[in-house]
């Protein structure tokens, strides 16, 4: 009975052009006035948003987002997540982040698909096998939850892969978290999104900021292409544009913005129920729900802000996965995309205060920004309600850069998604 009620309230929706519909979120006008003004509406945003309205009561609070929700690097990435790092500060935040995902479908009321059907990081040699069991060991110390896999061990999770040992590359093993996996980028993002308006936020599409209203050398508003608004806080999460914003506080990053494609195939019966990367070959791969194998690999090391990519990057990487899974080989692409992030020189986020008073940034994550979205969301809402880092944000602040006391995750993470 549901269902046929379900069918029928799609057909009609139909013939009246979806005017029955009820909005996920409200579409309001920006106001004169508010506590909290975000820029950037991406998960980092949207999630800030949440978590001021949610934990700390704050919901007079602005997103405000040049294009559409999620439009950016939150809808453009491959959707992996994990918490496998090696420095104690970096596993602090991802396995937050992780925590954070186990529970949000229900904490949101809204189906993010999060499926942990676990990541492995393939091994190809003796000299990394042992960096892979040092690593392994720096992160059971962090209470991150990982074991290595020999090769029958990799083989019953991907029987797939070539492990011929005439390989160019052979499978000697792999680094396995099991708790890793995958979940719907655009879901995480209208979850969010809808949980935060009906909490009071007001969501802003369209809504480009020109620059920071600055009075007595603070930050007390934003100037936009629908008018000024006043606040006591603005907080920034835009991903490739960081350099920008920080740019209007008078403030300097050291971060480049690069170009990261992505790839997505043909669909076909489940092949791979994992996520699986080579730090060697370049490549990782997953299988969605749909049946498409989503691609990645590593950096555009060309700083751009365009979102094309190159032809190089895209024979290492899908050269990579025929190495694989040479059984791939003759698998159509459907299309590819590139994204557009910021990477840092140790390859960790900024969270913090930047430039002049009153002017925080969230940003930073690279190539790993969608795994840390509800880390991210939550330590800069604690950081915009006090005005204090949480105390998994204080590693993060730009004045590591000052202190030397960097966290690079460059060499330890792989390759970063």
């Not at 909005?23 to 978590?51: C, R, S």
């Not at 962090?142 to 991907?158: F, P, S, W």
């Not at 008078?250 to 730090?279: C, H, W």
């Not at 002017?359 to 604690?382: D, R």
């Amino acid at each position: 009975m549901s269902s046929k009620y379900n069918l029928w309230s799609v057909f009609r929706e139909g013939l009246r052009k979806n005017s029955g519909w009820q909005p996920a979120w409200a579409n309001p006008t920006l106001k004169p006035e508010y506590d909290v003004v975000i820029v950037g509406g991406g998960g980092h945003g949207l999630a800030t948003a949440y978590y001021l309205a949610s934990k700390h009561g704050i919901n007079k609070v602005a997103v405000l987002e040049k294009g559409w929700l999620g439009g950016g690097n939150t809808g453009r990435n491959t959707t992996t997540i994990r918490s496998n790092y090696i420095y104690p500060e970096s596993s602090a935040i991802y396995d937050l982040s992780l925590r954070l995902y186990e529970t949000l479908s229900k904490e949101l009321n809204y189906n993010i698909m999060f499926s942990q059907r676990g990541l492995m990081t393939l091994i190809h040699s003796e000299p990394e096998m042992e960096m892979a069991l040092r690593g392994a060991n720096a992160m059971q110390l962090n209470k991150t939850e990982v074991e290595i896999l020999d090769v029958d061990g990799v083989r019953k999770r991907a029987p797939l892969f070539n492990y011929s040992r005439d390989a160019r590359f052979p499978i000697e093993g792999a680094l396995w978290q099991a708790r890793g996996g995958t979940a719907r980028h655009d879901a995480v993002a209208w979850g969010y999104a809808r949980a935060a308006s009906r909490l009071g936020v007001d969501i802003i599409q369209n809504c480009e900021v020109k620059d920071l209203i600055v009075e007595a050398g603070i930050v007390t508003g934003v100037e936009t292409n629908l008018g000024a608004t006043r606040t006591n806080r603005v907080g920034a999460a835009v991903a490739g544009h960081s350099s920008v914003l920080a740019g209007m506080a008078g403030a300097r990053l050291p971060i480049n913005s690069y170009t990261l494609q992505a790839f997505v195939s043909e669909p076909l019966k489940p092949v791979m129920d994992t996520v699986t990367l080579s730090p060697r070959l370049g490549t990782y791969f997953s299988q969605s729900d749909k049946g498409g194998l989503v691609i990645g690999g590593g950096l555009d090391r060309i700083p751009s802000y365009g979102q094309l990519g190159n032809l190089p990057m895209q024979e290492t990487v899908l050269g990579g996965l025929v190495e694989m899974a040479p059984v791939l080989g003759k698998v159509k692409l459907l299309r590819h995309w590139g994204g557009n992030v910021d990477v840092t020189s140790d390859s960790s986020p900024i969270i913090g205060p930047i430039g002049k008073p009153g002017f925080y940034m969230n940003c930073g994550w690279g190539t790993g920004g969608f795994k840390a979205i509800p880390a991210g969301g939550y330590v800069f809402s604690h950081l915009l309600a006090t005005g204090e880092h949480h105390e998994i944000s204080r590693p993060f602040d730009i004045e590591r850069f000052t202190s030397g006391r960097l966290i690079d995750e460059s060499a330890a993470s792989g390759i970063a998604h």
